[in-house]
């Protein structure tokens, strides 16, 4: 017998002769709606909440993308040399003024790279300061300049930065551009970063060395400190001109 308290529910045959639960209609509904609710929602329909989606790039009216500021300097820098000398100076200001207000060392470095090629007083000026720039990455650049300049400046300014700078990776740069200068004063700056401990440091002394003079006494520091004691190291002027 079915228990008197439960509401009976209507039942009907099969063919078989078994029978089978008949739910009313209203039922079956709300079952079908709760077990497909929250699986998926059309945009459409009213009420539904879409599935999240990425935002659109912001893109800023007259902002140029970092990438393609470079390559509009790499442009450049190839037509400098095509250019009269009076459109060449201009373009070494117009990069001055820019690199003032640049804050991307990327930006800042490549700019540096097109003034190099650019020339002139107002070039000049900008690569003095980039020693001293603050990020790291733009002074090792600024050291390879120098170090194609090569005159007597250029080594006063790379030395001082080979035995000052704070960064290891700029005094190295400053010892592998002094090994360019071609200028005999290149030698003592050389010679005292053979006095340190690193022996990264010492070892490309001695390359410098190597190319600045000329001579091979191989990888041995003391020889190569002795030698630069009793002045046989000294080399002969190379004139150089740059900017």
Request: charged share 25%; net charge positive; with cysteine.
């Given at each position: 017998?079915?228990?008197?308290?439960?509401?009976?529910?209507?039942?009907?045959?099969?063919?078989?002769g078994?029978?089978?639960?008949?739910?009313?209609?209203?039922?079956?509904?709300?079952?079908?709606?709760?077990?497909t609710?929250?699986?998926?929602?059309?945009?459409?329909?009213?009420?539904?909440?879409?599935?999240?989606?990425?935002?659109?790039?912001?893109?800023?009216?007259?902002?140029?993308?970092?990438?393609?500021?470079?390559?509009?300097?790499?442009?450049?820098?190839?037509?400098?040399?095509?250019?009269?000398?009076?459109?060449?100076?201009?373009?070494?200001?117009?990069?001055?003024?820019?690199?003032?207000?640049?804050?991307?060392?990327?930006l800042?470095?490549?700019?540096?790279?097109?003034?190099?090629?650019?020339?002139?007083?107002?070039?000049?000026?900008?690569?003095?300061?980039?020693?001293?720039?603050p990020?790291?990455?733009?002074?090792?650049?600024?050291?390879?300049?120098?170090?194609?300049?090569?005159?007597?400046?250029?080594?006063?300014?790379?030395?001082?930065?080979?035995?000052?700078?704070?960064?290891?990776?700029?005094?190295?740069?400053?010892?592998?551009?002094?090994?360019?200068?071609h200028?005999?004063?290149?030698?003592?700056?050389?010679?005292?970063?053979?006095?340190?401990?690193?022996?990264?440091?010492?070892?490309?002394?001695?390359?410098?060395?190597?190319?600045?003079?000329?001579?091979?006494?191989?990888?041995?520091?003391?020889?190569?400190?002795?030698?630069?004691?009793?002045?046989?190291?000294?080399?002969?002027?190379?004139?150089?001109h740059?900017?």
């Open positions: 017998m079915g228990n008197p308290g439960l509401p009976r529910v209507a039942q009907s045959r099969t063919p078989a078994g029978t089978c639960c008949r739910l009313p209609l209203a039922l079956a509904v709300c079952l079908l709606a709760a077990a609710g929250g699986c998926c929602n059309h945009p459409s329909t009213p009420g539904s909440t879409p599935l999240a989606q990425a935002p659109p790039p912001v893109l800023i009216p007259g902002v140029i993308a970092p990438d393609v500021q470079i390559a509009n300097l790499k442009k450049l820098a190839e037509d400098v040399p095509k250019l009269d000398p009076e459109k060449r100076a201009q373009a070494a200001v117009e990069l001055t003024q820019r690199i003032k207000k640049e804050e991307d060392p990327v800042r470095t490549e700019i540096l790279r097109t003034l190099e090629v650019c020339g002139g007083p107002a070039a000049e000026a900008v690569l003095r300061c980039a020693l001293s720039d990020d790291a990455d733009t002074r090792v650049i600024a050291c390879g300049f120098w170090g194609k300049r090569g005159d007597a400046e250029a080594v006063q300014r790379l030395a001082a930065i080979l035995s000052s700078d704070r960064d290891k990776d700029v005094r190295m740069a400053a010892a592998r551009a002094l090994g360019s200068a200028d005999p004063s290149a030698v003592a700056p050389l010679g005292r970063a053979l006095e340190d401990k690193d022996p990264a440091m010492q070892y490309c002394a001695v390359t410098s060395l190597r190319k600045l003079t000329g001579r091979d006494l191989g990888n041995d520091v003391d020889r190569w400190r002795a030698a630069i004691k009793d002045g046989s190291l000294a080399i002969r002027a190379t004139p150089r740059w900017f």
